[in-house]
């Protein structure tokens, strides 16, 4: 049995005093992922420790949640910014969603142009609250971040190793050797047309 490492949430800020926080999903099955009781192991401060669903509510399209060893604000505040992951059994995910992906399955892919040319390979993905951006790595060894959004990639091959993409022009072309674009502290401010 596989098994694979699921980022479910973001913790966010701390929520009233007495220790619930807001949550960034990163899943789209929140209800059976922050069950009351479910643990998660987690790293605060360089030290470990677990972090059990005491509950959790949703309040104008945001998700909050208690956890029971958390009982303050202080305490709530220290957990920001830190992913909540669980293993999960890589083939029966597969099963329920043959199209699903993981972002931790994309690294390594190679991305190819729609027309067939070689972009690079993906190196991770960031969560931004807009959108994620995939990385990927140029053969030329730049690091472009391309948004993950359906237009701009539509099509994820898990079995074939390669992610599709339709970058808009100019995203992943180099500049030419020499040109570095315009120094911001000796151009000289664009002229007014009026």
Known sequence: MSTLEVIVATIG????LRGEVALTLRTDQPEERLQDGTAFAVEVGGRPRTLTVA????QQ???YVRFAEVS???DA???RGIDLA?????EVEADEDPDAWYPSQLEGLAVRHVDGRELGTVTGIEHYPAQDLLVVRTPDRRRVQLPLVEQLVPEVDLEAGVVLADPPGGLFEALPEGEQGPDPETSAP???TR
């Open 77 to 79: 505040e220290s957990l």
């Open 61 to 63: 399209d945001r998700w």
């Open 55 to 58: 509950g959790t509510r949703l």
């Open 86 to 90: 669980l293993a999960v059994d890589e």
């Open 72 to 74: 303050d604000r202080t």
């Open 190 to 192: 664009p002229r007014s």
């Open 13 to 16: 800020r701390a929520h009233g």
